[in-house]
């Protein structure tokens, strides 16, 4: 499952010797170059580092001005990453952030676009890193970007977490679900 993922992502992260483009990573990069070009700044996230790093070699092609946390930055470096891309005239635009490192514990102010360049099982997961920029200070509206390559196993995933997200709301609100109304595939979706 996870090299099927991986190549909606980018067939660079399957083919060590692959020289093609990707279209998913250039309509990215478009996104980003819009952004900035707006007055935005950016942060994306990946659960996967290898992405990060076919990113990475996209943004230096543009000069564009980045920083990345994966799960080998240092604790303390984090926060220095972090001040110095909140600042108001950081020459990074795009902060690159594994999605697991960077999911919780941060104050990434300074952004107002998130890009999830892949979807996560776990749709809390997600909202959690997006909340990195919904933090006290935050004076600006947040515009998130979910990359979703069409008729994928990333469609699918996008499915699955909006039945877990109306599941679990109907549940909290108690409304339009019953346990007689839930289905055997239903459950089994859920627990997957």
């Not at 990573?25 to 580092?49: M, N, P, W, Y």
């Not at 039945?163 to 595939?185: D, F, H, M, R, Y």
């Amino acid at each position: 499952m996870t090299r099927i993922r991986e190549i909606c992502c980018d067939p660079g992260l399957l083919y060590e010797d692959y020289n093609g483009e990707s279209e998913k990573r250039l309509a990215c990069v478009d996104l980003i170059k819009s952004a900035i070009d707006g007055g935005h700044k950016v942060l994306l996230f990946s659960q996967f580092t290898s992405m990060l790093d076919l990113l990475e070699e996209s943004l230096k092609a543009e000069e564009i001005g980045f920083l990345r946390i994966d799960g080998q930055t240092p604790k303390a470096r984090r926060l220095t990453l972090v001040n110095v891309f909140n600042h108001k005239d950081s020459p990074a635009k795009v902060f690159l952030i594994s999605l697991k490192a960077g999911g919780t514990g941060l104050n990434l102010t300074g952004a107002d676009t998130v890009i999830h360049y892949d979807p996560w099982w776990n749709v809390a997961a997600q909202n959690q890193a997006t909340d990195r920029t919904h933090r006290i200070g935050q004076e600006k509206k947040v515009t998130v970007y979910k990359l979703i390559a069409k008729d994928t196993v990333e469609e699918a995933i996008l499915d699955l977490q909006e039945a877990k997200s109306q599941l679990a709301q109907g549940i909290l609100t108690a409304e339009s679900v019953s346990s007689a109304s839930l289905q055997k595939e239903d459950l089994l979706k859920i627990l997957d």
